[in-house]
């Protein structure tokens, strides 16, 4: 793939290119791209804190919000294995709908 064809390609699935808008709190409100990725490119991603890792469409979120008390994840590739290390503590201060793995376990 040359440099013209990957920029293009990033341009398109950068989480903050591809917005619905701005929340009351004015941050970003995300559309899930990754329902429309197709082909065989795998792409992990994060910035979107999940309590287990998220596999859809040949996409992978890695993110288990270790800075809100979650986990580190990391994707052990071609063995396509997660190895996990948990945090030792909640260091963002938030505890309350403000955590996003709060909100998940809420949902």
Known sequence: ??????????????????????????????????EKHEGELKIVWGHDPKPEPFMKNNTIN??????????LTCYRYPEEQFVFVEALKNHSGKNDLDNPLYRCKAD
């Open 1 to 34: 793939m040359d440099q013209f064809l990957i920029n293009k390609w990033l341009n398109f699935y950068l989480r903050n290119t591809d917005v619905a808008g701005m929340d009351d709190k004015g941050k970003p409100i995300r559309r899930d791209w990754f």
């Open 62 to 71: 890695i993110d288990q919000g270790v800075v809100f008390g979650g986990k």
